[in-house]
Each structure stands twice: as C-alpha cells, then as structure tokens.
C-alpha cells in the first residue's frame, strides 16, 4: 500500500508542478507583452524606427480589436 501510495503521490504531485509552470509561464508573457511592448515601440519611435514602429503598432491594434475573449 506504501509503494502505491508513494507512485500515486508524485503523479499528482507531478501533475500539479507542470500546472504550476504552465500557469506561471502564461502569466509571464501576460506581463511581459503589457509592459515590455509599449516601451519597445516608445524606444522605437524615440530611436527613429516609426517606419517599423507603426506598423507593428497597426497590426496589433487590430488584432486586440477583432480579438475574442
């Protein structure tokens, strides 16, 4: 019944550290992609790149805007 036990354990135990890291990992890039994004077209448009700046800014704003949740 130990053994069993123990097997049964580290499944569950295993199961939830891969949920863990899923849910960490999205949540990240969820941080990441709202902080980071604006302040790399900010420094684009400060460094000069609006002709690239521009159009990334277009393509996501369409995209949020068709998006569903």
């Known amino acids: ?6 097997i049964l354990f580290f499944i569950i ?8 890291f899923r849910a ?3 949540l990240m890039k969820a941080i990441f ?3 980071f ?4 077209l900010v420094g684009m448009v400060l460094g000069g790149m ?3 700046a ?4 277009i393509v996501i704003g369409f995209a949020s805007l068709f998006k569903t949740a």
């Open 13 to 20: 135990f295993g199961k939830l550290i891969d949920f863990a």
């Open 50 to 52: 609006v002709y690239i």
């Open 37 to 40: 994004l604006p302040l790399i």
């Open 33 to 35: 992609f709202i902080m």
């Open 24 to 26: 960490s990992w999205s």
């Open 54 to 57: 521009l159009p990334i800014l």
């Open 1 to 6: 019944m130990e053994i069993l036990f123990f």
